[in-house]
């Protein structure tokens, strides 16, 4: 075979253009979206009916959540979770006083925290309250 993939015949010429007469495949698209952007040919497409996702307003695309909030949602969740299972397994009748609730797991959150996740419980409907004390979900 000819370096260039010319093939000479007894009286003609083809080009090889691949398959079963080269070992060189035919280009893909994929490999010509890569020799265009290496070429840099791709920088002066039109690019007009490209579509554009739509934004929130105020919201950033770069934004992202860092490790330690992620951390500290994570665990906040699993508190939350473990909170709602500790009450909901008291006994009928019985309410957990909040403080009692807290003191396991001051090493997790702040009171603030703790409040504030409280009251998303309880608005879910995951616990109720009254006063101080927390009760089972289901209990009226």
Known sequence: MHPIGWRA???QRS???GGTQSSNPVPSSGESANHRFLSGEARFQDTSRRRVSPQL???SMTRR???EDR???ITARRVAEAVTLVVNELPQGEGAPAHALYAGIVAFLSIDEFETMMRGLVFAGRVRRAGDLYYPAGEA
């Open 9 to 11: 015949g007894a009286n």
């Open 57 to 59: 307003p105020g919201a």
């Open 71 to 73: 951390v500290k949602l």
């Open 15 to 17: 080009v090889v253009r």
């Open 65 to 67: 959540m860092s490790d």
